[in-house]
């Protein structure tokens, strides 16, 4: 080929992009019982960690802009997982907080990092080697948050 840079087995861009959708479709077996979706999750993990937050700061927490998360937002509301309201110093601010029922989501799905980590150590090497690929990711998610964000 004339040009090796244009080969997909030459794009480091096309084993993330891979890697991220393989890695989406695993969660959904242990996702679709709780009849939510992988974005949905990480959103509940946000609130889990920390309940009462700015769509602006769970937004940011998921590298996500404030249009892409307000209708997944109401979309969560809806299925009586959140509630929004507004913020005490700023009615513009919307403050997002776990319902009864999203809090009670926490414990139906603590056992699903566990279940997707054995389901795929089963099929890839140790999980020291997976846990060294930590650093080199978050480097290189900084590094393309920069780049998107000049």
């Not at 244009?6 to 794009?11: D, I, R, V």
């Not at 509940?44 to 998360?69: F, G, Q, S």
């Amino acid at each position: 080929m004339e040009y090796e840079q244009l080969k997909l087995e030459n794009q480091l861009c096309f084993r993330l992009y891979a890697a991220a959708r393989l890695t989406i479709g695993a969660y959904h077996p242990y996702l679709a019982p709780l009849r939510i979706t992988y974005p949905q999750y990480l959103v509940l993990l946000v609130l889990w960690e920390k309940d009462r937050l700015p769509v602006n700061d769970i937004a940011r927490r998921l590298m996500l802009e404030t249009n892409t998360v307000t209708p997944l937002l109401q979309r969560m509301e809806k299925a009586g997982l959140i509630k929004r309201s507004n913020g005490r110093s700023d009615a513009r601010q919307r403050i997002v907080s776990l319902t009864s029922k999203g809090m009670g989501m926490r414990e139906q799905a603590k056992h699903i990092p566990g279940c997707l980590s054995a389901d795929i150590l089963k099929h890839t090497g140790p999980m020291e080697e997976l846990t060294r690929m930590v650093p080199a990711l978050d480097r290189l998610i900084a590094g393309l948050w920069e780049t998107n964000n000049i």
